[in-house]
């Protein structure tokens, strides 16, 4: 079975733009959640798509958005990009809503560097 | 409000002997803990679980140790190995509601040979 699979694997963008970032789940997997790893500071809860909705969202300003698509596929966008949003971003799959006792099954991030 | 620490950033230990990580919880609505592993260049992989009914679980050489009332969980790793050389991660959610995984800002442990 195919693990939760991030592209691009490494990004490296300039002030001011804008970048989009992609997950694939887990086959059978509904929910995907985001999450930012600076040095530091641990991972960063962004938000969790189920079933195409938005379950539940961190504490990040609204240049974060993300969606989920009807095959469990996520995108999350960043607008606007600041130094401080240089980081790796990793994506998180599970069979049901997380939180529910179920695992997280995480991919290899995404480092986006921003210039 | 970090809800989930994880006070000591980094631990050396001796191959073969216990490593010990810590993790703090704030929020007694939290009902279900883990543990994850990190390597370099990786996404975390899973270690292992425990509910809050139970103050202990068992994975081979992984044991995690939950106390409520102290809201502290800790990992005992025995015996440690060099390649159990990674950054780890704890990290808590309740399953009413806070439906997200908080997670902790990690441990760095360095296994000697």
């Known amino acids: 079975k195919a693990g939760v699979t991030q592209t691009p694997r490494y990004l490296i963008k300039t002030r001011g733009q804008q970048v989009t970032l992609s997950c694939s789940p887990i086959s059978g997997h509904r929910s995907v959640s985001w999450y930012q790893q600076t040095p530091g500071q641990g991972l960063q809860f962004l938000f969790e798509y189920f079933s195409e909705t938005q379950r539940n969202k961190g504490n990040f300003p609204g240049r974060f958005s993300g969606r989920q698509f009807s095959n469990s596929r996520s995108e999350m966008n960043v607008s606007t990009l600041e130094l401080g949003d240089s980081a790796l971003y990793l994506c998180?799959?599970?069979?049901?809503?997380?939180?529910?006792?179920?695992?997280?099954?995480f991919g290899s991030g995404t480092q986006l560097s921003v210039l | 409000d970090q809800q989930v620490k994880q006070n000591s950033p980094s631990l050396s230990v001796q191959e073969g002997r216990i490593s010990i990580l810590n993790c703090d919880y704030t929020n007694s609505m939290f009902d279900y803990f883990l543990w994850y592993k990190k390597y370099p260049a990786e996404g975390p992989t899973f270690l292992i679980s425990i509910s809050s009914i139970k103050d202990k679980n068992e994975d081979g050489r992984f044991t995690v140790f939950l106390n409520k009332s102290a809201k502290h969980l800790s990992l005992h790793i025995v015996p440690s190995q060099p390649g159990d050389s990674a950054v780890y991660f704890c990290?808590?959610?309740?399953?009413?509601?806070?439906?997200?995984?908080?997670f902790g800002t990690g441990t760095r442990l360095k296994v000697l040979a």
């Open positions: 998180a799959s599970s069979l049901a809503a997380s939180g529910s006792g179920e695992k997280l099954f």
């Open positions: 990290a808590a959610s309740g399953t009413s509601g806070t439906y997200k995984y908080i």
